[in-house]
């Protein structure tokens, strides 16, 4: 498992922050920078992601359990304690789910636009353009230049700095033994957590003891949980909703994602 860990070297580690799905941790240093000049931050590349080399493979998975215990033992890997656990999307539910499995290792928990599934709902339909999106993903470019070239702009990547932007293609793509790169989250793998929703994040929800604070865009949001549901499940959580902000929230408000981490 892959990992950057930035902030002063004599500290202990303080957050872990997980990326999103399809990204990578380093699509997030620039946002972290500023936390970083403080506090000491260990961001890991997720299975199938970035410069982790884990096995993963799609077929038949159903949720994102493992991602929870790549978690668990990085914490116990690096003997983290009284950590933050953070981050976006896909990475903001496994740390959740973490967190439930391994409250001695937890201080507090700060979730960017968590996947929370509405009630009932299983994962997102196999049909949806999120989904097909995925499995339609352009893997292969002749260099990373050209990637960056391609996505600029366009797409998710229009409210990106160009920084954020360069940073992901950096890490979110390998080198192909014949020339030209090949994206490291393969579709197929993207496309299994669109699908892979059967945990029980409310549940882990409802066993985690220590503090929680979720923040939520005000539009296109993937936390399924109203304030007053939240509160039955666990009635000392903060959630605020960020005004203007889309499912990408770190890339429009880093602001937002580093006073909360500072917090």
Do not use: C
Not at 162 to 183: C, H, I, N, S
Not at 199 to 219: K, Q, V, Y
């Amino acid at each position: 498992m892959s990992f950057y860990e930035i902030g002063p070297a004599d500290r202990a580690v303080d957050i872990v922050f997980s990326h999103a799905n399809g990204f990578n941790a380093r699509t997030y240093l620039s946002v972290l920078a500023p936390v970083a000049e403080s506090l000491r931050i260990v961001a890991p590349d997720l299975r199938g992601h970035g410069r982790t080399d884990l096995p993963a493979e799609p077929a038949g998975r159903t949720t994102w359990l493992d991602l929870r215990d790549d978690l668990l033992a990085l914490l116990e890997a690096l003997d983290l304690r009284d950590v933050v656990l953070a981050g976006h999307s896909m990475g903001a539910t496994a740390s959740l789910l973490a967190a439930a499995e391994a409250p001695h290792r937890i201080r507090e928990l700060v979730l960017f636009e968590p996947v929370i599934m509405s009630p009932g709902a299983t994962g997102e339909p196999a049909g949806s353009p999120l989904v097909q999106g995925a499995l339609k993903r352009r893997a292969d470019f002749p260099s990373r230049e050209a990637a960056e070239a391609a996505y600029a702009g366009r797409g998710a990547f229009r409210s990106w700095s160009p920084q954020m932007l360069k940073d992901y293609v950096a890490d979110g793509f390998r080198d192909l033994a014949e020339g030209g790169v090949t994206l490291a989250a393969r579709p197929a793998w993207e496309h299994s957590n669109y699908l892979a929703q059967a945990h029980d994040t409310r549940g882990a929800l409802s066993r985690i003891a220590t503090p929680l604070r979720i923040f939520r865009a005000e539009h296109h949001s993937t936390v399924g949980l109203s304030a007053e549901e939240l509160a039955t499940l666990k009635p000392d959580a903060r959630l605020e909703t960020v005004a203007g902000a889309t499912h990408f929230l770190p890339m429009e408000r880093p602001d937002v994602v580093a006073a909360a981490l500072l917090r």
